[in-house]
């Protein structure tokens, strides 16, 4: 919104004064390059703790940043040490997939991936079920533990199923022990060859429980498969859902070349060329106005709601839409340096220097994992030496049967549907009230966020112009002035003049058709109403039609200090009405506000619009704190330096000029109606405009928080008792099943089963 006096001439253009560092696969600091690159099979933030270490283990390479949430890596490296090919080879080898990134997956892809899981979960399942049957059936009697059957069948399920459906989480093991990383395949593998090696070493040692063994390999590798599957169709999901969202960005200009207007790939368009752009239609390309005269909307660029005038030689931006007039661009920038470009670029190092976020499941199994290790070599010792300093004489038997014990009971099978679990809860409940929760970042720190910064324009304001008050003059009756007005605006395309249009309209106010429209670009226009003559713009034209404002420039200028664009209204000569227009506050904004503070939230406004405005705004919705005529690239600094200053940051945006800062925050919030560019950028969106969404996302995150803290807690009790009491090897692996089942059962009924311990939301 500007505060400008000027009725069609709002604040210049800000373009090409981003200077974002190179961007991916370019070049970076001290002859280092940044290579990016699109990670799936990620399932939880171990994973992107097993890349990260991967990758900062290998010569060369500097620094790599891991976002799970949008399934990327930024790697910078030295190319003189380490080539992209090996890069890429290490992360294949962690068992994950590499592609490209400018390349989005298609619906169909990710259905396959889902689809594949799925399927590995459903031959695992009916091995488990086949199992079960076969155990249930020894356990009443019909068959004994030296039972052929038990002896032959049982160990065909389970090497079928972990070298089956579980051979991908063995080749991830097996490369993340490699590169002495401990993660959550790791553990299951631990849990899966335990239990195989029991079970073959049962043929040879009676103590050993042969089918009990066999069984508790096909179920972990089942149950860790199961959660896998949760993981991956909660975030496929949730991307798919924002996707419906998105419009389709044109990928084309209208070139003019010998004369003839010709549709181009726009990656085929140069520096020098004329395109055509037409009322309504998006700017495709950084450039100067070389023919006509137009307002181009520019806030999903630059934040301000109001149009920019355009006339031979202004530079436009590419992303801009054009409004009023055919406008011919000489395209000036393409490629890297347009802005849009600038702008991805400033998204990757927002990306990059983006607080890193650990799971609590992952904080937990940090120490967990260690633990279980460390409890399977206790059992040892204490079987050997322990038992050889009290009897003279080391159980090898017992002591190989506790280790492999431990490691059986040590796998957490519920601790993988933990989180999941209480996402799916947490989005279904944000779902009925139009919030698409993307990622468990958003569920993990949103209850340590304490600062919120809420972008302006389209945020807490509607984004485009309207009439906010009238003042009439020299005895006008209002309505009569706003009726002569929009009859006099009636045939303008100009944001402005609709604003003053739709007053009319929804007032009720019957408009004449206007005779002898004529527009003067930047300045105003004038016209002949029911035989009067009408002028309306901004003061200046209108005082140059020969009207005298002087008894009305104390008022003008208070209606200027509150932050609107005001413009005058002359009939016959003599002035009648002075009309503010501004970017009108939501309806829901001021109690959005309140409702944040009673939170705890301290909301920050940050906006491209001068002083004078911003502090209107803000005062208007409640808010202290505000930062104005901020740079659409120092957006992101705003936010950094309220992370240095150790708060956890929570954004607030819809542009394309919010998006490197919605990236760069702890948990990014766009506004479903905004650009494409800006929700790929968010953690969280809100389908619809309405700003109190933004305290529900927050109210859903916490109490998801809470119950993902539960569940972990569930899972872990199993495992807690379990783990010690089988390092004395008096526990049979069979209880492990019983604790599997136990705990994940336990953690459903937590999730939903009638909100059992809480019902929040």
């Not at 790599?64 to 910078?76: C, Q, T």
């Not at 280790?403 to 796998?411: I, R």
């Not at 003053?500 to 429209?517: H, Y």
């Amino acid at each position: 919104m500007s505060s400008s006096g000027d009725h069609r001439k709002g604040p210049a253009a800000r373009t090409n004064e981003l200077d974002a560092p190179a961007r991916a696969n370019g070049a970076g600091a001290n002859g280092t390059e940044r290579l990016q690159l699109k990670v799936g099979g990620m399932s939880c933030s171990f994973c992107v703790s097993s890349i990260t270490k991967a990758m900062e283990r290998t010569e060369g390479v500097h620094e790599a940043s891991v976002n799970l949430a949008h399934e990327e890596a930024l790697i910078e490296y030295e190319p003189d040490k380490v080539a992209p090919e090996a890069l890429k080879q290490t992360i294949l080898d962690l068992g994950y997939t590499v592609r490209d990134p400018e390349k989005v997956r298609s619906f169909e892809e990710e259905e396959a991936g889902l689809k594949g899981s799925r399927n590995h979960v459903l031959v695992a399942a009916g091995f488990t079920a086949a199992s079960l049957i076969l155990m249930i059936l020894m356990w009443v009697g019909v068959f004994h533990r030296g039972n052929p059957v038990m002896l032959v069948v049982m160990p065909v399920f389970a090497l079928a199923t972990v070298f089956g459906p579980g051979r991908h989480i063995l080749g991830m093991a097996y490369h993340s022990l490699r590169r002495g990383i401990l993660n959550q395949h790791v553990l299951l593998e631990f849990g899966a060859f335990a239990g195989l090696a029991g079970g073959f070493l049962g043929y040879f040692f009676p103590a050993f429980p042969t089918p009990d063994f066999f069984a508790v390999a096909t179920f972990i590798t089942t149950y860790h498969l199961l959660s896998e599957w949760t993981s991956l169709k909660v975030r496929t999901r949730s991307s798919q859902a924002v996707r419906k969202l998105l419009e389709l960005v044109p990928n084309t200009a209208r070139v003019v070349r010998a004369g003839c207007e010709e549709e181009v790939p726009l990656e085929e368009v140069r520096p020098g060329e004329l395109v055509r752009v037409r009322p309504g239609e998006s700017i495709p390309v950084d450039g100067e106005v070389a023919e006509g005269t137009s307002g181009v909307d520019q806030s999903l660029v630059t934040g301000e709601s109001i149009p920019d005038e355009k006339g031979v030689g202004d530079e436009v931006i590419g992303g801009s839409v054009n409004q009023t007039g055919t406008l011919l661009v000489r395209v000036t920038k393409v490629g890297e340096e347009s802005f849009l470009s600038q702008v991805t670029r400033q998204v990757e190092e927002a990306r990059a220097l983006k607080p890193g976020i650990l799971q609590l499941v992952d904080k937990v199994l940090q120490v967990f994992v260690p633990t279980v290790v460390g409890f399977a070599a206790l059992a040892v010792l204490i079987w050997t030496l322990g038992a050889w300093l009290v009897t003279g004489e080391p159980d090898w038997s017992r002591a190989i049967f506790s280790a492999l014990a431990v490691f059986v009971m040590g796998y957490p099978c519920a601790l993988g549907m933990a989180t999941p679990l209480a996402m799916i809860r947490g989005g279904g409940m944000a779902a009925r009230k139009g919030i698409l929760m993307r990622s468990g970042e958003a569920f993990q720190v949103l209850k340590e966020v304490k600062r919120v910064v809420l972008d302006k324009t389209g945020t807490l304001t509607e984004g485009k112009p309207a009439l906010v008050e009238l003042v009439p003059l020299k005895g006008f009756e209002e309505d009569e002035a706003l009726r002569l007005a929009a009859s006099a605006e009636g045939p303008s395309e100009h944001p402005l003049a609709r604003a003053v249009v739709d007053a009319a309209a929804e007032r009720g106010i019957p408009v004449p058709e206007a005779e002898d429209f004529q527009s003067v670009s930047g300045k105003g226009i004038t016209a002949t109403v029911e035989g009067h003559r009408v002028a309306i713009g901004n003061p200046r034209f209108v005082e140059g039609e020969g009207v005298e404002l002087e008894g009305a420039r104390r008022k003008l200028e208070e209606l200027q200090a509150a932050g609107n664009t005001v413009v005058a209204l002359a009939v016959d000569g003599e002035p009648a009405a002075l009309i503010a227009l501004a970017d009108r506050i939501k309806d829901d904004a001021v109690e959005a506000v309140e409702r944040l503070k009673a939170a705890g939230l301290e909301p920050v406004m940050l906006t491209g619009d001068n002083e004078r405005t911003a502090r209107a705004v803000a005062r208007e919705v409640g808010i202290e704190e505000y930062r104005a005529e901020v740079l659409p690239q120092d957006k992101a600094y705003v936010v950094r330096e309220l992370q240095e200053q150790g708060h956890r940051v929570l954004m607030v945006g819809d542009g394309i000029n919010d998006a490197p800062a919605l990236m760069q925050s702890d948990v990014g919030i766009a506004i479903g109606a905004g650009t494409d560019i800006a929700i790929e950028s968010a953690d969280i969106v809100l389908v619809g405009e309405r700003l109190g969404a933004v305290v529900d996302a927050y109210h859903i995150g916490v109490s998801s928080y809470r119950k993902t803290v539960q569940n972990i807690s569930l899972a872990f009790a199993f495992n807690g008792i379990g783990v010690p009491l089988a390092a004395t090897g008096l526990v049979y692996p069979v209880w492990a099943m019983v604790a599997m089942a136990a705990s994940v059962s336990v953690v459903l009924a937590n999730s939903f089963g009638g909100r059992l311990i809480s019902r929040e939301g």
